[in-house]
């Protein structure tokens, strides 16, 4: 008999939902709105609607469904207690428990950045591989460690928390976690560009980057990859940091491979190569060989992750 399963990827503006068969199919996928009134009160009774309703109208029983993966962005207890959803007006609750009650289906519930390398672990830039590292580099620096197939998520949540590595002593400005000098100051979208603002305020030579406004991290690299002196230090710069931070990883957890998303990737190989070259000049010698790859599930990475947490 065919099973079948749904990935739910709560985020903070919409849901998105996939209709899965269990060898990681998608076989639909819709988003709805995160309606996030009243504490974000109505957001299980939307999904358990939504999921409820693509059963009646496929005429699948509940007998042939696996179970609702749900990705939440916030930290989730092994027992799927939810502690705090700031985005979602969530307070602590075990976010499984209500769920299953509105749905009569098991739920597996775990944080959205978490299941996201879980997804690209088992369908996406880290197929083939058990261990898993993703970095996801976005507004913010975001991850995701998988050993062995399972999340670590740790006894506070904080595991893949990789945005938060400290990176630099000396740094004046704050973190948006309160405290200074973390890896997505540096290796963010917004990080790259507050680097490169600071760099031109008492750059003299010529360049690309101060005619452009607003910048972006796009700006940045495409200047790089046409070779603009003060983008490519910019853009090597980051990659180093990058690296360093990668390197401490691989003397923990060390994984297979590295899988490297979010908006900042999408300078490609470009970015990939330079992260390597200081990875090999960086890290332990044990884990010089380490792969470094790009993530290729793209906002999709969370319904899968979702989907493989019912395994």
């Known amino acids: 008999m065919k099973q079948y399963g749904f990935g739910v990827d709560i985020g903070g503006t919409t849901c998105k939902i996939g209709f899965f068969d269990m060898s990681g199919t998608v076989l639909e996928k819709w988003e709805i709105k995160t309606n996030t009134e009243n504490g974000g009160a109505s957001i299980l009774d939307d999904v358990a609607a939504e999921v409820l309703g693509k059963l009646q109208e496929k005429g699948i029983k509940k007998e042939d469904v696996q179970g609702i993966g749900l990705g ?18 969530w307070d602590i609750f075990n976010v499984e428990t209500e769920l ?13 950045a978490n299941v996201a390398a879980l997804g690209e672990m088992w ?3 880290g197929k083939g591989h058990e261990d898993v590292v993703m970095i996801t580099l976005g507004t913010g620096v975001g991850g995701g460690i998988i050993i062995g197939g399972r999340i670590v998520a740790g006894h506070h949540g904080a595991g893949g928390e990789i945005g938060h590595i400290l990176m630099r002593e000396d740094e004046t400005q704050t973190c948006g976690c309160g405290k200074k000098g973390h890896l997505e100051q540096y290796a963010s979208a917004t990080g790259i560009v507050r680097m490169a603002q600071e760099k031109l305020s008492g750059e003299t030579r010529e360049t690309k980057l101060n005619d452009i406004r607003p910048l972006t991290a796009k700006d940045i690299f495409d200047a790089a990859k046409e ?8 853009t090597d710069q980051l990659c180093s940091i990058l690296a360093t931070a990668m390197s401490s990883i691989s003397c ?6 590295f899988v490297v998303g979010g908006g900042v990737s999408k300078a490609g190989a470009f970015l990939i190569e330079g992260i390597k070259k200081h990875f090999v000049e960086k890290a332990f010698h044990a884990s010089e060989g380490t792969e470094i790859a790009l993530a290729t ?15």
Do not use: H
């Open 100 to 112: 299953y009650k509105k749905t009569g289906l098991l739920v597996k519930a775990g944080n959205d």
């Open 123 to 125: 369908q996406g830039g």
């Open 252 to 257: 923990v957890a060390d994984p297979e491979i």
């Open 72 to 89: 939440v962005p916030g930290p989730v207890g092994s027992d799927g207690t939810v502690y705090k959803c700031v985005n979602l007006g």
């Open 227 to 234: 070779g603009d002196t003060v983008a490519l230090e910019l």
């Open 297 to 311: 599930l793209g906002n999709d990475a969370g319904m899968y992750g979702c989907v493989r947490l019912l395994f």
